[in-house]
Nanobody
Framework: QVQLVESGGGLVQAGGSLRLSCAAS????????MGWFRQAPGKEREFVST????????YYADSVKGRFTISRDNTKNTVYLQMNSLKPEDTAVYYC?????????????????WGQGTQVTVSS
């Protein structure tokens, strides 16, 4: 069983930056693809980014491409999401997820493990 704990959320002004972390425990996730999703109030959970087990393959939603960067440190069993040039529309609860496959996609159903989420609020 894998437990995921997100951290790093908070309140930031538009144009600012935040770095989210997702720490995994229970077993190594070095062979798992990892992803970040977000959910704003009244909206469905949406894909943000994913990274392959090796870190060689990354993919982003169009809405965050060029502003967000996903990375991982398999020695620390941790995945990161660097968020720059934040906009009010980025406000949401951000979730980390793990897929037992080495490469994953944009569909939440592909991911077997989920964290509890961390709130990101961007003020205008």
């Amino acid at each position: 069983q894998v437990q995921l704990v997100e951290s790093g959320g908070g309140l930031v002004q538009a144009g600012g930056s935040l770095r989210l972390s997702c720490a995994a425990s229970g077993r190594t996730v070095s062979t798992y693809a990892m992803g970040w999703f977000r959910q704003a109030p009244g909206k469905e959970r949406e894909f943000v980014s994913t990274i392959s087990a090796s870190g060689a393959i990354t993919y982003y939603a169009d809405s965050v491409k060029g502003r967000f960067t996903i990375s991982r440190d398999n020695t620390k069993n941790t995945v990161y999401l660097q968020m720059n040039s934040l906009k009010p529309e980025d406000t949401a609860v951000y979730y980390c997820a793990a897929d037992r496959s080495s490469v994953s996609g944009t569909t939440p159903r592909s991911y077997e493990y989920w964290g509890q989420g961390t709130q990101v609020t961007v003020s205008s």
